[in-house]
């Protein structure tokens, strides 16, 4: 008997988040205090296969309501946390 799949923790739509993400221009951008409301697909998929969404809705701290590409998110988390990163390149070795 195969042994059951952890489950994945879910993330709660009803709190709002900063939400970063890549514009086409490969810009980055954060949504602040927004949510997530919803998904949606553009155009139904040929073939009727089994596909995910392609935008996310996100509903901004002004209550207008926009759709994003779902592949241009990246990283959300609490409006106002300070996101400690470090670049590191391929030419630099990590401290430590």
Do not use: W
Not at 7 to 22: A, F, M, N, S
Not at 45 to 60: A, I, S, T
């Amino acid at each position: 008997m195969k042994p059951p799949e952890p489950e994945l923790p879910q993330v709660d739509t009803g709190k709002r988040y900063d939400i970063y993400c890549i514009e086409p221009n490969r810009q980055s951008v954060v949504y602040r205090n927004a949510c997530f409301k919803g998904t949606a697909v553009l155009l139904p998929h040929p073939g009727g296969r089994m596909h995910y969404p392609d935008y996310v809705q996100l509903e901004q701290s002004n209550g207008q309501s926009i759709f994003i590409p779902r592949s241009s998110i990246y990283r959300f988390c609490e409006p106002g946390t300070a996101v400690i990163a470090e670049v590191i390149s391929p030419d630099k070795p990590s401290a430590g």
